[in-house]
């Protein structure tokens, strides 16, 4: 608008004051004022004698004027400025540059929105997962508090139920001495008078001697208090370890899932790879393509965590397998195709279990790899369990019953072969 406006003026200035047009071979008088030449020529036709300036009527003596090429130049760009061309590329500009600082405008809505709707996601979750958190810390809490107040009754009850012998001990004990005193007393006396029929008491005095005292006789404080001086944090947390959800789950391998040139160990927690096939029992749910094997304990709801140890082993598979997998074929691991998993190669190359393979930038080499699988949330995740870090996790878990799957690669040639391991506590720390 501010440019339309500065043309207006321009144009006003060069405008002719005699044919009101812009100019036609402007010319300037010696007043310095314009006009056409042919408008100042014709105005000045039938004067005779000075001629005036039409705008300030300054007389001349001599009908002279100068052509002005600047102004000359000026009027020709008004003039085309104002042409239909002119105007109409103009307004295709304006009109496309509109349109796109609309569509930029459209562009940014769309961003914000979206934005907004990420903000909106992220808190929604957030706050879902503090009260996830919550939860198991509050389990983690009751458990503590439950077994302090446990051991603080256990410990009250004792100690008063040895207060209540100790103090029976101390009745019997001072009903003895009021007893022997008595007696100390008749026997004194007797002793004076000489009188005979007490010693016919004697006897029975005697036997009154053997006292019940019960068995605050027995009470030894050290015993008492060294059952409760005593790791009181360890013993607890070995005690909550069995209690968490979920705990290292203690899994087995199915040997009837193992492929014919894997081996398992005698509690079914190991395989390895043998270098020729072994005979084997024809089943169904057998591996005869890959190396594979699947776990003996399948889960179809609820969180379950167990954790495989690797090792070294420069190559393998690990993670999850919808029980449905077809074992005839040889099928890309993938969760379209019902396998959920990390994957090593070369010893470095870790990525997870997509097709394609996703691959994923590890600082440290896990030896021991954790698997969280969360019927709840559908998701499978993957975990460095030396320091817990998440190596990857998928959300889109399985559906249906899902077993724990290992494979452990076709050792390469010249490689020695290394076992993987479902990692069990051992049975002594529980
Ligand atoms: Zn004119
Ligand atoms: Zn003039």
Redesign the pocket.
């Known amino acids: 608008m501010a440019s339309n406006k500065r043309v207006m003026n321009l144009r006003e200035d060069l405008t002719c004051a005699i044919c009101c047009d812009l100019f036609r071979d402007p010319v300037m008088?010696?007043?310095?004022?314009h006009f056409c030449k042919r408008c100042i020529s014709t105005y000045w036709k039938n004067i005779r004698g000075p001629v005036?300036?039409?705008?300030?009527?300054?007389e001349f003596p001599s009908r002279q004027f100068q052509t002005n090429y600047l102004v000359a130049g000026l009027v020709d760009k008004v003039r085309a400025s104002s042409s239909d061309g002119y105007v109409k590329n103009v307004e295709k500009q304006l009109k496309e540059t509109l349109e796109s600082q609309r569509s930029k405008r459209e562009d940014y809505i769309s961003m914000i929105r979206k934005d907004k709707e990420k903000v909106d996601a992220l808190k929604k979750v957030g706050a879902e997962l503090q009260e996830r958190i919550r939860a198991d810390f509050y389990a983690l809490h009751s458990f503590l508090q439950e077994e302090e107040a446990s051991l603080l009754e256990q410990l009250r009850r004792e100690q008063e139920e040895w207060e209540q012998v100790l103090q029976r001990h101390l009745e019997v004990l001072k009903g003895a001495v009021r007893e022997v005193e008595r007696a100390v007393g008749a026997l004194q006396q007797a002793a004076d008078t000489m009188d005979t029929s007490v010693l016919v008491e004697l006897p029975d005095l005697n036997s009154r001697s053997s006292l019940q005292l019960g068995e605050g006789q027995d009470f030894d404080c050290n015993v008492f208090s060294s059952k409760y001086v005593a790791p009181i944090q360890y013993a607890t947390w070995r005690k909550m370890f069995q209690v968490l959800k979920p705990g290292p789950a203690p899994v087995t391998f199915d040997e009837d899932t193992a492929h014919p040139s894997l081996i398992l160990s005698r509690d079914r927690t190991s395989v390895v790879e043998l270098q020729e096939m072994q005979p084997y029992p024809r089943l169904p749910k057998r591996f005869v393509q890959c190396v594979n094997v699947l776990g003996a304990q399948g889960f179809a709801s609820g969180r379950h965590y167990w954790e495989v140890a690797v090792g070294t082993k420069p190559k393998w598979d690990l993670g999850v397998a919808l029980e449905a997998v077809d074992r005839q074929a040889r099928v890309k691991l993938c969760p379209e195709n019902g396998y959920w998993t990390l994957r090593l190669r070369c010893g470095n190359q870790y990525s997870a279990g997509t097709q394609p393979w996703t691959p994923l930038r590890l600082v440290a080499h896990p030896r021991r790899v954790g698997v969280f699988l969360d019927f709840e949330e559908r998701r499978v995740s993957f975990y460095d369990a030396d320091d817990m870090t998440l190596l990857t996790s998928f959300c889109d878990g399985p559906r249906g019953k899902a077993l724990p799957f290992v494979s452990t690669c076709v050792t390469d040639p010249g490689q020695r072969t290394q076992p993987m391991r479902f990692v069990h506590l051992p049975v002594e720390f529980l």
Request: with cysteine; glycine share 8%; aromatic share 0%.
């Open positions: 008088l010696g007043c310095m004022h005036p300036c039409p705008q300030c009527r300054q």
